[in-house]
């Protein structure tokens, strides 16, 4: 319980980009591009990771349940390890043109 109350201010002072971007002079949304920007690639990351390990936990489990399809189970492992991070990349990709807007 004090960690979650450690926790709570801490995610005020993150989740209010007027606190955090006191010193803007423009006015404008460019903190909260920047907050766009920071979560657009930080959740991507997260999903791609959390994917990719529970696809690499079931393709391992499913080598050790039956070796002799390993081959198969490799080649489609590999397949589909690259759509999330494509998706990654993605979303890298919208992270610099956002903070292009800066």
Do not use: H
Request: net charge positive; hydrophobic share 55%.
């Amino acid at each position: 319980m004090s960690k979650l109350k450690t926790l709570i201010p801490a995610l005020a002072l993150l989740l209010v980009p007027s606190l955090a971007f006191a010193a803007e002079s423009d006015g404008g949304g460019g903190g909260m591009v920047g907050l766009g920007a920071g979560l657009a690639i930080g959740l991507a990351a997260l999903g791609c990771g959390l994917g990719q390990g529970n696809l690499a936990g079931a393709a391992m489990s499913g080598m050790a349940r039956n070796p002799s399809s390993a081959g198969g189970i490799r080649t489609s492992m590999m397949l589909a390890l690259a759509f999330p991070e494509s998706l990654v990349l993605f979303c890298f990709v919208i992270a610099f043109m956002l903070m292009g807007k800066i």
